[in-house]
Each structure stands twice: as structure tokens, then as C-alpha cells.
């Protein structure tokens, strides 16, 4: 009776081995930085860093979030970020503001730049929402809230609340993604040229 017992709990594990190597990976997603600006945006002489954005729980993780009312947060199944979200959207901000080509340098925080300003930002949005039910495409949603701190001496000079949404076209992955990468993409551009215009120019 023993033996027959540790037999089917082999069979048992052994079946369940199998099920999670023949699992298929999910299907990784990655969003674009944002490259075209207004052709007025002035030039500025010093470097900025900018640091991993602040997160709730719910959005600090690599799953795609959505939202079928305001006070629920689930995720796509079988899809997933290169990276988790606060990470990725540091990266698009880091090479945004590099595509601006109006900046001497800018790096992350762990860059080791030495930082005459600190750009803090917290992500508020990230998230498709389906508040009018599941049977048609959802409205992305981005909001970046925004503080440019000057160095050494640690002093706010000033704040942005970037909030941007796209409707996706198709009910589907691929139309959700491009959604998320226009609401981001608006975004991006949104804080890099506040902050450009916000700090002094470079002197002639």
C-alpha cells in the first residue's frame, strides 16, 4: 500500500513537471522613447539625473496592469514588460531627454553623474482601463507626476503632473501596447519640455 502511494505521488510530480517546462513563456512587451519635440526647445548646460520613479505596489512589477473599475487592479495573462514599469519608464525618460540632443548630459542615478538637477517622479497611472466593460477596447491611462530638484542645494524649483490617455484601436495585446506607447510617449514629451524650459537655458 506504501509503495503504490509514493507511485502516484511520483506520477503526480512528474506530470507536474511537465506541465510547467511545456508552459509556454509569456509574450514580453517594450515601449519606444519619445524623439520628436517642439523645434523651439532651448538648450541647457548641465546634467540631470533621474531616478527609479515611485510606485504603488500594484504597478511595480513587470505584469501589464488593467482595470476594470476604480478600485480593482488585475493583469493580462501571458504578457509581461521587459522590465518592471517604474524601471522601464526611467529608461524612456533617460533616453527621451538624450533624443531632445539639447541637453549636455543625463543619466540614472546609479550613473555616478554628478547632478546639478535631480528629476523625482512618481508614477501615479499605468494601466488600461476597461470602465465601460470588457467587450470593447480599452482607454489607457499614464500620469508621471513630476518634481525638478536644483543640487547641491536640494531646492524644488518646480512640478508637473503629466497625465495622458489613448483609446486602443483593437481589443487585443498589440492594440493595447501601441495604446500604452502613445499615452507614454505624450508623457515623455510632456515632462522633458517643461523641464528644459524650466531650468536656465545654456549661456551663449
Known amino acids: 500500500m506504501i509503495t503504490q502511494s509514493i507511485r502516484v505521488l511520483v506520477l503526480a510530480l512528474g506530470l507536474a513537471g511537465c506541465s510547467t517546462l511545456t508552459a509556454p513563456p509569456p509574450s514580453l512587451y517594450v515601449l519606444q522613447p519619445k524623439t520628436t519635440y517642439d523645434t523651439n526647445l532651448p538648450a541647457v548646460g548641465y546634467q540631470l539625473v533621474i531616478q527609479v520613479p515611485d510606485a504603488p505596489q500594484s504597478l511595480d512589477t ?8 476604480p478600485t480593482t487592479i488585475d493583469y493580462f495573462a501571458g504578457a509581461s514588460w521587459t522590465d518592471r514599469a517604474p524601471v522601464m519608464v526611467q529608461d524612456l525618460l533617460v533616453e527621451s531627454f538624450e533624443n531632445t540632443r539639447k541637453i549636455v548630459s543625463v543619466g ?9 538637477y535631480v528629476l523625482l517622479t512618481d ?4 494601466e488600461a482601463r476597461y470602465y465601460e466593460g470588457t467587450n470593447k477596447p480599452p482607454q489607457v491611462r499614464v500620469r508621471i507626476t513630476a518634481k525638478l530638484i536644483k543640487m547641491p542645494e536640494r531646492e524644488i524649483i518646480g512640478g508637473l503632473d503629466a497625465v495622458k490617455v489613448s483609446d486602443a484601436e483593437k481589443n487585443d495585446l498589440d492594440g493595447i501596447v501601441a495604446a ?25
Open 62 to 69: 513587470q505584469r501589464i496592469a488593467l482595470a476594470r473599475s
Open 180 to 204: 500604452f506607447g502613445e499615452a507614454t510617449g505624450n508623457a515623455m514629451k510632456m515632462i522633458v519640455q517643461w523641464t528644459l524650459r524650466t531650468t536656465p537655458p545654456m549661456k551663449p
Open 123 to 126: 508614477l501615479r497611472d499605468f
Open 108 to 116: 540614472r542615478d546609479t550613473s555616478g553623474l554628478r547632478a546639478d
